[in-house]
Each structure stands twice: as structure tokens, then as C-alpha cells.
């Protein structure tokens, strides 16, 4: 239930910006999941709606995922990260810390770790709408 | 974009009295070995301690633990396993003993995730074994951690200290509170480091003797205890304690 712990951050983020903006109500926020952290959305929303503060009651919890596009500093090949081709071990250490992807993934082509995370890494908070 | 990781991590360390971050300007000063004991001795004094071990790419505090087989268990985030009656956390869990090549933004994302998805529940000490340097970790540390102080480890070597300097003049300048700096592996009589750390307004809390023993007690907390640099992190650990 790392999701759980995350799902948290969300609604004590959101609260707090809620709180510095004036907003009397949160009607919806959009939010961006990586599936490099393959984090499980039915497990993300259930947190998010057991866990809704007095200001986020009535909030929408728009939740998209957002495939995860790797590209080597080394050669610049760039590649999409696929859960499937991973053993299980190393896709939970990918999901509880996904930085874990330079110990375990190499670039397909050249073989290098060095390689950035164009997208896709984890969770993202894209936009907050809400009632003054 | 928000990133939402950051809002939960001063909630994650609330039940925490004391974090404090071991760290030097220079690598190879015995960072690890004082932050592990330290550690150790304040659990067996019966605090509630955490050992945190940050240093990403070269962590080494589970070798100096002998941990071997643990995993943190998953609970609501995760919570650190219990070692020699302290909870350890370290980014071997998921690396094991494969080499982790990470940037520095990389470094700050680990950390930032870390923070917010660790529950440390109630402790007095947190102590944070920090990578050498001044760069993405301790900068991290000091905006993410705002109750965080520092234990300074230096070496009698100008080279270290004048890295340690560096540091310490950092920290001074913002205003973040230093314990004080303790002068590992010390071999022969000097004034030096102790003058030039005072001279700072850093409490010195004291020299600790290069000691021929402590490679053999690595990996075994009671033999580690029990050398000369063992004892002698007892007797500084004395200024920790409220």
C-alpha cells in the first residue's frame, strides 16, 4: 500500500494549496501517474476517497497515466519502459523508488544506465480547480 | 505541475525530536562509521533511534550493521526494519549489491520519495549518514528538513578540513545549527583542527584515535562497541542527549 502513502501526499498538498489560495471548496484535480512507478490507480483512487479532507469532499480526482519515455544521455536512443520485461523483484524496487531503473535498466541500444527520464516517473499534481 | 511529494514530508518527520545529519565536505573521513555508532549507542541508552543512510550511490552503513535478508515492511508507505534495536532505512533494500549510477537530480527525486513515503512514527534521534560534498543531498536536506542539524566529521588532514570549512562556512551562512565537529583518525598530536574549528564558533567534540582494530569489527556491532573509535563515540554521544 506504498500508495496509500503517496495518496496522503496528494490530499495534504492539495489542502494546503487549497488553504494559501482561499479556495472554500476543491472541485477537481487533475493528476499525472508515471507507469515507470507502476502505481496501482484502483489502489491510488480507493486511498484518495477514504482519505478526502472536509475541503475535498466533494473533489473529482481526474487520474491519468503517463507512459514512461527513457532516453539515453550516452547514444540518445530513447525507449519505453515496459513492466512486462521486468522480473517482479526489480519492478517492486522500481515501484517503491523509481531512480532504482539506473541499477536494473540499461540502454537497449549502447547498453549505458546514464539515461534521463524524459517522462513518466512518478506522480504529478497538473492542476487544481476550485471555488473561492 | 505540483510536485505533491514534498506537502507530506514535514508530517512523515513530526514525530521525530532530533534529526541530525552527519556529514563532512570530503569522503573517506568516517562519516558512516561515526553516523552507524552513534546510532547504535543511543539505542542501547534506550532512545527510540532511526539511522537513514542517504549516501545513495556508495552506502555502506548496512555493511557496517552486517544487514543482510531485510526488506522494510509495506504498511500504509513503508516502515523501516528494526536492526540492533534501531530502525534502519537504506536504499540497498532495492539496489542490493548492484551499483546504482544516479545524477543529481535522481539523487534529490530518491530522496524526495524516501521522505514522503517512510514512517519513522516516534523517535528522539534521527540520525542521516550524508554523501560527502555540498551538492544536491545536503542542499536537499536543508530545504526539505527544516529542524535538521549537522555533526561535522573532519580528518586532521588540511585536505579534509579545508572541504570541511567550506561546509561549515555554508551552513554558518544559513543559519542552519552545527552541533559541533568531530576530528576522526587522528595520529599524531596537533592543535590544528581543533583551533580552527573554535576559532569558527563550532563547538570541537573532540579527537578520535586512528584506530588499528575497527576494520576487523566491521559487520559486528558488539565488537564495534568495543574498540577504542567505539568507546570514544560513546563519550560524544553523551552531548546528544537531552
Known amino acids: 500500500m506504498h500508495e496509500w502513502a503517496l495518496a496522503e501526499a496528494v490530499v495534504s498538498t492539495v489542502s494546503q494549496i487549497a488553504e494559501k489560495e482561499g479556495l472554500k471548496e476543491v472541485a477537481e484535480v487533475k493528476i499525472k501517474v508515471g507507469e515507470l512507478q507502476q502505481i496501482e490507480l484502483e489502489i491510488l483512487e480507493f486511498a484518495l ?29 530513447k525507449w519505453i519502459f515496459r513492466k512486462e520485461k521486468m522480473n517482479e523483484e526489480v519492478a517492486e524496487a522500481i515501484h517503491f523508488i523509481p531512480e532504482i531503473a539506473h541499477t536494473y535498466i540499461k540502454c537497449i ?19 487544481i480547480k476550485g471555488v473561492k | 505541475m505540483v510536485d505533491p511529494r ?30 552507524s555508532t552513534l546510532a547504535l ?38 516502515i523501516p526494519p528494526q536492526v540492533h534495536g534501531l530502525r534502519y532505512m537504506s536504499i ?22 524516501l521522505l514522503a513515503i517512510t514512517r519513522w512514527n516516534n523517535l528522539d534521534f534521527l540520525i542521516i549518514d550524508m554523501p560527502p560534498g555540498i551538492s544536491d ?15 561535522i566529521v573532519t580528518t586532521p588532514s588540511r585536505l579534509a578540513f579545508e572541504t570541511v570549512r567550506k561546509l561549515t562556512d555554508l551552513l554558518s551562512e544559513l543559519g542552519i545549527p552545527v552541533i559541533g565537529a568531530v576530528e576522526n583518525m587522528k ?7 581543533q583551533q580552527q574549528v573554535e576559532r569558527r564558533g563550532i563547538t570541537f567534540l573532540g579527537e578520535v584515535r586512528f584506530d588499528t582494530m575497527l576494520e576487523e569489527a566491521i559487520g559486528n556491532v558488539n565488537k564495534l562497541s568495543a574498540t577504542q573509535f567505539g568507546k570514544k563515540i560513546q563519550e560524544i554521544a553523551n552531548i546528544l542527549e537531552p
Open chain 2, 41 to 78: 549507542t543511543l539505542a542501547r541508552r534506550d532512545y527510540k533511534v532511526g539511522l537513514f543512510d542517504l549516501d545513495f550511490t556508495s552506502p555502506s552503513t548496512h555493511v557496517i550493521l552486517g544487514v543482510k535478508g531485510l526488506q522494510p515492511k509495506e504498511e500504509k508507505g513503508i
Open chain 2, 187 to 193: 595520529m599524531k598530536e596537533s592543535q590544528f583542527i
Open chain 2, 137 to 151: 543531498a545536503i542542499l536537499d536536506i536543508i530545504r526539505l528538513i527544516k529542524r535538521i542539524k549537522f555533526l
Open chain 1, 49 to 77: 476517497s477514504q482519505l478526502k479532507a472536509l475541503k475535498l469532499k466533494n473533489t473529482k480526482f481526474s487520474i491519468q497515466k503517463v507512459r514512461a519515455e527513457l532516453k539515453c544521455r550516452v547514444c540518445g536512443h
Open chain 1, 109 to 127: 541500444k549502447c547498453g549505458s544506465r546514464d539515461f534521463e527520464i524524459l517522462e513518466g516517473r512518478g506522480i504529478w499534481l497538473e492542476s
Open chain 2, 6 to 35: 514534498i506537502g507530506i514530508i514535514e508530517e512523515r518527520l513530526k514525530g521525530i525530536n532530533n534529526i541530525i545529519a552527519v556529514s563532512s565536505g570530503k569522503g573517506g573521513v568516517g562519516k558512516s562509521l561515526i553516523a
Open chain 2, 92 to 113: 540497498v533494500y532495492y539496489s542490493g549489491e548492484y551499483a546504482s549510477p544516479l545524477r543529481g537530480a535522481d539523487i534529490s527525486n530518491a530522496l524526495i520519495e
